[in-house]
Antibody, heavy 117, light 105 residues
Framework: QVQVVESGGGVVQPGGSLRLSCAAS????????MHWVRQAPGKGLEWVAF????????YYADSVKGRFTISRDTSKNTLYLQMNSLRAEDTAVYHC???????????WGQGTLVTVS | EIVLTQSPATLALSPGERATLSCRAS??????LAWYQHKPGQAPRLLIY???NRATGIPARFSGSGSGTDFTLTISSLEPEDFAVYYC????????FGPGTKVDI
């Protein structure tokens, strides 16, 4: 079955960097766009970034533009989120999700916690 | 940026009752609206897309309606597993989520 599993979270100091990974299985990874979405403690869901199936187009929320970079490695069926210049307000559980052809958020992972402190 | 507003913030109901959740967009999103269910510690789940289409495997008690700026998610008869937070989300202009409605027992 379709599965996406996030990893790489942890505690990092303000101004630091972290790279999240999302391992995909159960579907043809190279055919699907992928999203990152986060949820800060006690808050709702916030879309972070999207990458098209071929990696040629990437989109970011204003809150992370210029600091975060989304990428993918088709040979490893893995999605990444490189996070630089981290701030306290980036503290959240980060989820990855694959995208339907109409860009909806289809299958989600349970997330990985990033704490900036 | 398109802002989504959801009401009420919390809805307290009993199993078997009907739940009606609202989502309003700051500008028209046509039918580019989805609904998600999220339980603590679990992955969110896509329920409805394109305002009124049920996602694969979603029970018929979930239905969506609306277009433009006003949308509704209806759960016709609440089951115990339906108590959760529900988010609307638009894709008319990039992607934004509403603040959520908690359906509480």
């Amino acid at each position: 079955q379709v599965q996406v599993v996030e990893s790489g979270g942890g505690v990092v100091q303000p101004g630091g960097s972290l790279r999240l990974s999302c391992a995909a299985s159960g579907f043809t990874f190279s055919n699907y766009g992928m999203h990152w979405v986060r949820q800060a403690p006690g808050k709702g869901l916030e879309w972070v970034a999207f990458i098209r199936y071929d990696g040629n187009d990437k989109y970011y929320a204003d809150s992370v533009k210029g600091r975060f970079t989304i990428s993918r490695d088709t040979s490893k069926n893995t999605l990444y989120l490189q996070m630089n210049s981290l701030r306290a307000e980036d503290t959240a559980v980060y989820h990855c999700a694959n995208s339907t052809p109409q860009f909806w958020f289809d299958h989600w992972g349970q997330g990985t916690l990033v704490t900036v402190s | 940026e398109i802002v989504l507003t959801q009401s009420p913030a919390t809805l307290a109901l009993s199993p078997g009752e009907r739940a009606t959740l609202s989502c309003r967009a700051s500008q028209s999103v046509s039918s580019y609206l989805a609904w998600y269910q999220h339980k603590p510690g679990q992955a969110p789940r896509l329920l409805i897309y394109d305002a009124s289409n049920r996602a694969t495997g979603i029970p018929a008690r979930f239905s969506g309606s609306g277009s433009g700026t006003d949308f509704t998610l209806t759960i016709s008869s609440l089951e115990p597993e339906d108590f959760a937070v529900y988010y609307c989300q638009q894709r008319r202009n990039l992607f934004t989520f509403g603040p959520g409605t908690k359906v509480d027992i």
